[in-house]
């Protein structure tokens, strides 16, 4: 299906004019409506020192959206009845420090600090899982579990853990062959792949860059690990917007990871968090998604399923700033070209049990609508 020309001269604009503004090395954008990947568009270098221009087919890293495919695996195993998310940590974790339910780890609700808690970011080194769960009573509870809402990337490396102790193979292994695999996302992948980008921070002042080092993540892979292209990025959008393999994830799961969990936002309630899916509150709109962060790239990616469009962007600059950017995009692209809603048409008779329930019903003489 053709973007429109009005539209895609637009949104062009858009990225052009965040590439420059925000000294961007480079961004790609991908847009997707009702299930199809409509517009796509690269501006800037992958690589500085080369010269290589960036594509919408160039692996950025992805941090944080890793995440989501922590959860999807965590509720595959859930509706396979390997766990139940009111578990505690420690009924699959044996031994495990801190034992919070597997839903409030989910959900960011565990009150466990945000990091885990081997310095690791000074250090550039995470600890392996045998490590992590050694030392695992050094971290710290700074909230009640359940209390309000603390964003743990602790958290998530413990549910990669989890998957693995219920799963029985590595967590590398069960994403691959469970969910990138029979989804076709071929462009995702946990290292990265020839052609890569290569992330920067950009020097202020000057027009220069600084080269991030790589980082190595340890048991913190299922944290924010994996590499991917802004195609494959509106591809699992459209997935969890409406998943149309349900063997991968059943639709009421998906819309179970998109209910709001915890609020993070406790003053103006403009964002929350679902069960490994951020969520954002744009006008009447709520948007399904997460961000990323490593060093040097910085991810997005947003939808909203009832207008049944998304918008994914990456860039390999550590100071950018996608969210508000991402929303730009989604408005426009739902402003100008909005998915027509489906025709009503007549649905099946309903079963013999609800029949009695249906007509009027009245509560201290009001009718309930």
């Known amino acids: 299906m053709s973007t429109p020309e009005p539209l895609a001269a637009e949104l062009e604009r858009l990225v052009r004019k965040e590439q420059r503004e925000k000294r961007l090395p480079s961004i790609a954008v991908s847009v997707m409506r009702d299930g199809e990947l409509v517009w796509e568009l690269a501006v800037g270098a992958a690589d500085v020192e080369s010269g290589r221009e960036a594509t919408p087919g160039t692996q950025y890293r992805l941090g944080s959206i890793t995440k989501t495919f922590t959860a999807a695996a965590v509720m595959q195993l859930r509706d396979e009845g390997g766990l139940d998310l009111e578990d505690t940590l420690d009924k699959h974790v044996e031994g495990a420090k801190h034992a919070p339910t597997i ?10 600090q945000r990091e885990t808690h081997h310095d ?16 695992l009573d050094r ?16 958290s998530f490396a413990l549910l990669g853990i989890l998957v693995e102790r219920v799963s029985g193979i590595s967590y590398r292994e069960y994403v691959e062959t469970r969910v990138l695999k029979p989804l076709h996302l071929g462009q995702t992948s946990f290292d990265p792949q020839d052609g890569a980008a290569t992330g920067y921070l950009v020097q202020p002042y000057v027009e220069g860059v ?30 969890l917007a409406n998943p149309t393999d349900e063997a991968v994830l059943r639709r009421e799961t998906v819309e179970e990871m998109r209910t709001l969990q915890s609020l993070d936002d406790h003053v103006h309630w ?29 991810a997005g990616v947003f939808f909203s399923p009832a207008d049944k469009i998304g ?11 996608l969210v508000a950017f991402l929303e730009k995009l989604l408005s426009a692209t739902v402003g100008t070209w909005p998915v027509p ?16 329930l249906l007509g009027i019903w009245f509560m201290e003489g009001d009718e309930i609508i």
């Open 210 to 239: 600084w080269t991030q080092a790589p980082v190595t993540t340890g048991a913190w892979i299922s944290a924010g690990q994996l590499w991917r292209t802004v195609r494959d990025l509106a591809r699992w959008a459209a997935f």
């Open 341 to 356: 809603p489906k025709p009503w048409q007549v649905e099946d008779a309903p079963p013999d049990d609800v029949v009695p």
């Open 120 to 135: 690791a970011w000074l250090r550039q080194r995470f600890a392996d899982v045998d490590e992590l769960l050694d030392t």
């Open 103 to 112: 839903r409030r780890l989910l959900s960011h609700t565990s009150g466990l």
């Open 139 to 154: 971290a710290e509870g700074v909230l009640p579990p359940g209390a309000r809402f603390h964003y743990s990337n602790l």
């Open 270 to 298: 403009t964002g929350g968090y679902g069960l490994g899916l951020q969520l954002l509150r744009d006008g009447e709109r709520i948007l399904a998604g997460h961000g990323g962060t490593m060093p040097g790239f910085i």
């Open 311 to 321: 918008v994914s962007g990456l860039t390999n600059s550590s100071g950018a700033r």
